[in-house]
């Protein structure tokens, strides 16, 4: 596969300098950027595959084995009878799952974070980094839950946060549960 890449790059510069002949003018990729394939070899290729390999499985050691369900919630739904016994029969169906949460310290994050304590389930809290990201900490924080592959979301009733994390899950394909009332 490296050959044929290698023979591509290789035609693509040749082209590159007849249309320069040709047209007086350099020529310049639609999209992306012109990188000097020269200089790209093999090795260099081979060792950016082996990086990035290096970087997905640290990530995975992070992430303890057993499906994975995001749950978000507002911070003003409490009802936690209703979260504790969704969240009950959820792990009755997944008796090894992991809960992904938003970390929020109120709410309904809140609830499920003390349901998995007592309950005995890994969870994960997702907070926003607010230095970082400002305005757009809970978002990119949806981003980065959704980046695990959850087999579903939990959205309980909150604001747009929990929208735009259904919103993106359903375009994902994976399965959302809606609860509470009024949705979220």
């Known amino acids: 596969m490296i050959e044929r890449r290698n023979a591509m790059e290789l035609f693509r510069d040749q082209a590159a300098d007849r249309f320069e002949a040709h047209t007086g003018s350099a020529w310049r990729p639609r999209t992306g950027s012109m990188v000097n394939h020269r200089a790209l070899t093999a090795a260099m290729v081979d060792s950016r595959e082996f990086l990035a390999a290096r970087r997905r499985a640290e990530t995975e050691l992070l992430v303890p084995a057993g499906p994975k369900i995001a ?8 009802d936690h009878q209703l979260i504790w016994s969704t969240l009950d029969k959820v792990r009755a169906k997944h008796p090894d799952m992991v809960l992904i949460h938003g970390g929020s310290p109120t709410g309904a994050e809140r609830i499920a974070a003390r349901w998995a304590d007592t309950r005995k ?27 695990i592959l959850p087999i579903g979301v939990i959205v309980f009733p909150g604001s747009g946060i929990q929208e735009n994390l259904a919103d993106k899950a359903r375009k994902l394909g994976i399965p959302v549960w809606r609860f509470g009332a009024g949705g979220a």
């Open 121 to 147: 389930v890994t969870h994960i809290p997702f907070k926003p980094d607010w230095t970082r990201h400002a305005k757009a900490a809970p978002f990119k924080r949806n981003d980065q839950i959704l980046e």
């Open 71 to 78: 749950f978000t919630g507002g911070a003003d739904f409490n």
